[in-house]
Nanobody, 122 residues
Framework: QVQLVESGGGLAQPGGSLRLSCVVS????????MGWYRQNPGKEREFVAV???????LYEDSVKGRFTISRDDAKNMVYLQMNRLQPEDTAVYYC????????????????WGQGTQVTVSS
């Protein structure tokens, strides 16, 4: 009932930039926090950045000053601008959202996208 679709991944050179986008669709009354996580094979999924419904942002230490998360509530979208990319940023990036789907919901439901591959290599 709620779908998240990421786009914008690909290959970038060290020092380069990419912009990830994620659109949230389906039965949605309100979207609260929206975030980005990343995962490499054999490793746990790790937090990258989050933005709350009032625009408060939080970043993982290694991406501070390089990545910027933003959202467009009119379009139900969240973005991740990634600058000064490093090979260590290579991973599958996942979009995440906390959603209220109906007035009867007593709490948010959490949803994930399918992921988009980011590869940083020369």
């Amino acid at each position: 009932q709620v779908q998240l679709v990421e786009s914008g991944g690909g290959l970038a050179q060290p020092g380069g930039s990419l912009r990830l986008s994620c659109v949230v669709s389906g039965t949605i009354l309100k979207i609260y926090s929206m975030g980005w996580y990343r995962q490499n094979p054999g490793k746990e999924r790790e937090f990258v950045a989050v933005i709350t419904s009032i625009g408060t942002t939080l970043y993982e230490d290694s991406v501070k000053g390089r990545f910027t998360i933003s959202r467009d509530d009119a379009k139900n979208m969240v973005y991740l601008q990634m600058n000064r990319l490093q090979p260590e940023d290579t991973a599958v990036y996942y979009c995440n959202a906390d959603v209220i789907q109906s007035p009867e919901d007593k709490d948010t439901s959490n949803h994930w996208g399918q992921g988009t591959q980011v590869t940083v290599s020369s």
